[in-house]
């Protein structure tokens, strides 16, 4: 008991650190704020070439600014992942673009967890709204811990609520990351084709199509297949 008691109290620490670091420094600094404030702009009219520009104007630092910005992004869920996928494809090519996108969402999952674990229920409703995290009790009460994978694959789930929701429940770290790392792989890679076809290539762009349909209907197939398997499992136990 004792040695949960102090993680929270850790996670609470360094949780609290970081934002207030984050937001001093929007304040304090400059550059940050400017910087902040351009890529917000930027994400939010959805210009993936600016981003990409923007991005490798740093040279060498771009993958560590494109990582940073995901981050941000996630923090914020209103802000686009995707965009950063699709730039990060765009610029590197996919293969590159889809592991740099995958690693650095899964530092933003992370984060959004362990700012629902450890700063609390009122400051992430002012985050992602207080319906947002009422939608995702229903499906972790729906889904228990297939949900992480079932809305990970959902194109049109949001990435960020879905974190923060699942950082209200019981789930363990380590089942939150592997959940996160397998769900949001196939949607990663999808994106990322989609990313690396806009310098032209066509063949790149169909597979991209295809796989976006396969990946919705996959999605859509796996949630059925739950759905029917709890219905039996309410049914077996009402007997």
Same mark, same amino acid.
């Given at each position: 008991?004792?040695?949960?008691?102090?993680q929270?109290k850790?996670?609470?620490?360094?949780?609290?650190?970081?934002?207030?670091?984050?937001?001093?420094?929007?304040?304090?600094?400059?550059?940050?704020?400017?910087?902040?404030?351009?890529?917000?702009?930027?994400?939010?009219?959805?210009d993936?070439?600016?981003?990409?520009?923007?991005?490798?104007?740093?040279?060498?630092?771009g993958?560590?600014?494109?990582?940073?910005?995901?981050?941000f992004?996630?923090?914020?869920?209103?802000?686009?992942?995707f965009?950063?996928?699709?730039?990060?494809?765009?610029?590197?090519?996919?293969?590159?673009?889809?592991a740099?996108?995958?690693?650095?969402?899964?530092?933003?999952a992370?984060?959004?967890?362990?700012?629902?674990?450890?700063?609390?229920r009122?400051?992430?409703?002012?985050?992602?709204?207080?319906?947002?995290?009422?939608?995702?009790?229903?499906?972790?009460?729906?889904? /228990? !811990?297939?949900?992480?994978i079932?809305?990970? #694959?959902?194109? +049109?789930?949001?990435?960020?609520? @879905? *974190?923060?929701? %699942?950082?209200?429940?019981?789930?363990?770290?380590?089942?939150?990351?592997?959940?996160?790392?397998?769900?949001?792989?196939?949607?990663?890679?999808?994106?990322?084709?989609?990313?690396?076809?806009?310098? /032209? !290539?066509?063949?790149?762009?169909?597979?991209? #199509?295809?796989? +976006?349909?396969?990946?919705?209907? @996959? *999605?859509?197939? %796996?949630?059925?297949?739950?759905?029917?398997?709890?219905?039996?499992?309410?049914?077996?136990?009402?007997?």
């Amino acid at each position: 008991m004792n040695k949960l008691t102090l993680q929270s109290k850790i996670s609470l620490v360094v949780t609290i650190t970081f934002l207030v670091l984050l937001v001093v420094g929007y304040y304090v600094i400059p550059g940050y704020h400017d910087f902040i404030n351009k890529m917000s702009v930027m994400l939010a009219k959805l210009d993936i070439k600016a981003i990409r520009d923007y991005i490798e104007s740093f040279g060498v630092w771009g993958p560590l600014i494109s990582t940073f910005l995901m981050i941000f992004q996630s923090i914020l869920a209103p802000l686009p992942a995707f965009i950063l996928t699709f730039a990060n494809a765009y610029l590197y090519g996919w293969y590159f673009g889809a592991a740099l996108s995958w690693f650095s969402a899964m530092l933003g999952a992370l984060l959004c967890f362990y700012i629902a674990r450890g700063v609390g229920r009122p400051f992430a409703e002012k985050i992602v709204t207080k319906n947002a995290l009422a939608k995702m009790d229903g499906f972790f009460d729906e889904y /228990g !811990n297939y949900t992480i994978i079932i809305l990970r #694959l959902l194109p +049109f789930v949001s990435f960020d609520e @879905v *974190s923060y929701g %699942a950082g209200f429940t019981d789930m363990k770290v380590g089942s939150f990351l592997i959940a996160t790392g397998i769900g949001q792989l196939p949607a990663t890679i999808v994106y990322s084709f989609v990313g690396g076809s806009l310098g /032209g !290539n066509k063949m790149m762009m169909f597979i991209a #199509l295809i796989s +976006f349909i396969i990946l919705i209907v @996959v *999605s859509l197939v %796996a949630r059925k297949v739950l759905q029917n398997r709890q219905a039996k499992q309410k049914i077996n136990v009402s007997k």
